[in-house]
């Protein structure tokens, strides 16, 4: 039975991915850059990151957020910044950068430091800026499917804010046993906290 359960949900998944992905690239250039903004504005003013001596934040590619004004911040108030570098399939570390210029092309054509950049383990990560493909105003999140951000994060005591653009969120989101939950979901429209996450 709770094998069904689990290929249903992952059906339901890769329904919902199809659907999201589209809506993705529907979405308007100049909503999209000012979501961003407005995004930017409410992680850079939540006292966990004025707080957080080592930030973790994705680098978002062409249909995801723009993190890098997140990025530059962090590294000109001179905190400790890490990005996610993949190592195989389905596992990531995080790795310090110094500088936007210390990201190259990865695996999968998304930037990341290179091999030299220093490892920062996830106990040293005081708040997590996460991706998604969408998620729900309760703190469910939609990865993209290969685990890389559940696996790590169960291993985080940081506090998780996932960051979507409020046009493709969803409340029909299913979760499986192994999704991490979010503490906190930011999007243009402001910050949610979750209580007892």
């Not at 069904?4 to 850059?33: C, F, H, M, P, Q």
């Not at 506090?159 to 499986?176: G, L, N, S, W, Y």
Request: charged fraction near 30%; hydrophobic fraction near 40%; include cysteine.
């Amino acid at each position: 039975m709770a094998l069904e359960e689990l290929n249903t949900s992952e059906d339901r998944k890769r329904a919902l991915r199809r659907e999201i992905k589209a809506a993705v690239a529907a979405l308007d250039k100049g909503y999209t850059k000012e979501a961003d903004l407005q995004i930017f504005r409410h992680v850079a003013g939540l006292p966990e990151y004025e707080q957080a001596g080592t930030l973790f934040c994705f680098v978002g590619t062409s249909s995801e957020i723009d993190t890098a004004p997140i990025l530059e911040d962090a590294l000109r108030r001179g905190k400790r910044v890490g990005v996610p570098r993949c190592i195989s399939r389905g596992i990531m570390e995080v790795r310090e950068i110094r500088s936007l210029r210390d990201l190259e092309a990865g695996k999968y054509g998304i930037m990341e430091p290179g091999a030299h950049a220093p490892v920062i383990q996830a106990e040293e990560i005081n708040l997590a800026i996460v991706p998604c493909m969408s998620c729900s105003h309760d703190g469910r999140r939609l990865g993209y499917g290969g685990g890389y951000y559940d696996r790590y994060l169960g291993r985080t005591r940081a506090v998780k804010a996932v960051i979507c653009r409020e046009r493709i969120m969803r409340a029909d989101i299913p979760v499986e046993p192994h999704d991490q939950m979010m503490d906190m979901v930011i999007s243009e429209k402001g910050v949610r906290r979750l209580v007892g996450q």
